[in-house]
């Protein structure tokens, strides 16, 4: 039995563990902040070496931890089993990355130091959870986890309105959890008896995409939308993101905003492509009009914003949309299935793209926050004179947001375009046209907030060298690494996705 993948659930654990048993006071051991660094890295290293380990000419679910099976009491069996392939792999890679930078991002001296690293560890503990997970029960359950520390975080060690913030992310994420919970067991109870299981790997040797009736399909895949989409926050269910990410403190909005949001795109891609084909044809055209939406309306709403965090928080919103398009592309698959290909590949690379830019967006505006003490426009401006080091890494965020060559967001969004073409070719040159807006609210931030005239009577400080760079460096370094080399990830995901079609 292979313990790699359990590994990397443990070493959160254990760094909660040191934490709570104190060995981390000041006067003596560890502190807690170092405990939290050497578990992250440990995950980091973990995941690399997974990920250049696995076999792509085999394929499929590799490196598998398998407890006993439980039964729940009058309903289903339940598995505790670990695995990776392409895909799960891809995510890995981004709450690795973005968990070990969030923790170095954290501030120095922060209240109640123990709960505030441990609220950290359980976020990531949660997100590797979910992603490695290969029962749909625990798939669940993990990303419940990660949301609980999220509200904490906010609505202890948040900013303005945390409180209002953490309430309504509470309310929204709360409700979507209990409909996508009611979507997986309408999916359970839909399959014929003798097929009904919660494993992927069952699922996938027996499930085809014609076992469930078109109807079934189509009510199953538009409660697994409402659920997985206000997760992701899709129009209408997206004015929980703005606030929440504004009001958060930078780990939070990093983790949440860079992974936990993939969670609901990493679920439909799971679900409703390989299962629900039919359904999500049927409700193709629905949610091309609520992905116009969130390019379209929100996009504009983007560029009315006068507080950068606020901006950022609208902007993830609307980039959501595009991952959505990516996804769109398996609607095609029956006429075309190497544009479903090319689509659905262009959706997991975008995934971590967006991930990796929206975290070191984050990131860089709290280091915003904190020289200046606000993040209004007006109050800034002219700051790369002073922070040239922290204006260099923000605008690395910013254009790989907006899919500059180079950076991993452009292969994934090129991708996404191609694929999904030839489906939907009126929509897609709609949605290209919302490129124009994210480079106009974008570059609108970087000459409010880094050029123009400084703010009087206020002194800024660039980022500390090493100690502070070194988090979003790792960031902007990833962002390129994956977009002049995108294969380093599209090789092992490639084969996962065609799977999702056999």
Known sequence: MNLTLLLILVFPLLAIGDILIGRTVRQGGMRVRQTSLLAAMANLGLVLCVLFSYDIARGGYQMVFEASQLRLPFFFPITF??????ISLAMLLLTALVSLAA????????????????CIHLISLGAFGAFLSLDLFFLYVFHEVALIPTFLMIGIWGNQDRKFAANQMTLYLGGASLVLLVGLLAFYFALPEPLRSLDLRVLDANVGRATLSPRTQTNVFLLLLVGFGALVSIWPFHSWAPKGYAAAPAPAAMLHAGVLKKFGLYGLLRLAVPYLPDGMETLSYFLLILILLNVFYIGFVTIAQKDLTMMLGY???????????????????????SSAMVGLTGMVLLMVGHGLSAALLFGTAAEVRERTGSTLFKDLGGLSVKTPVLGFLFIIGGLASIGVPGLANFSGEVLIFFGTWKAHTPFVVLLLLGLVISAVYMLRAVRHTFFGELPAGVEFTDLPAAKRVWPYALLAVSLFVLGICPAILTRAVQPSLEALFK
């Open 81 to 86: 089993a670990l695995g990776v392939d392409g």
């Open 103 to 118: 923790i170095g991002a954290s501030p120095e001296n922060v209240r109640r130091e123990k709960e505030f690293f441990i």
């Open 315 to 337: 902007s993830s919103v609307m980039h959501m949309g595009y991952l959505f398009l990516g996804l769109l592309a398996a609607t095609s698959a029956s006429s075309d299935f």
